[in-house]
Nanobody
């Protein structure tokens, strides 16, 4: 059974940091591109950061320099380190896995990040 389980969300003050984790199971993790998306009420889900199976990364412009995506293929886990958080970073963050060169794609259930004083 395929599972993506996010953890690490919560309440943080502006300027603070959070580290999200996405634990994967049920598929060959190393063959999948891993990404983090975010969604706020009434808005479409949008890409935050992505990392290829080979480790190449890319970020939404507003996240560059503050967020870092990484992966540990041995632990089958993807991470998102978020620094210098802003209130506008408040959202539900979703983990996504997409098969490299294929159509298979999986989503986690999301973890809520709230940036507020």
């Amino acid at each position: 059974q395929v599972q993506l389980v996010e953890s690490g969300g919560g309440l943080v003050q502006p300027g603070g940091s959070l580290s999200l984790s996405c634990a994967a199971s049920g598929f060959t993790f190393s063959n999948y591109r891993m990404s983090w998306y975010r969604q706020t009420p009434g808005m479409e889900r949008e890409l935050v950061a992505t990392i290829s199976s080979a480790g190449s990364t890319d970020y939404a412009d507003s996240m560059k320099g503050r967020f870092t995506i990484s992966r540990d293929n041995g632990k089958k886990t993807a991470y998102l380190q978020m620094n210098s958080l802003l209130p506008e970073n408040t959202a539900v963050y979703y983990c996504n896995a997409r098969r490299t060169g294929g159509a298979m794609m999986y989503w986690g259930k999301g973890t809520l990040v709230t940036v507020s004083s």
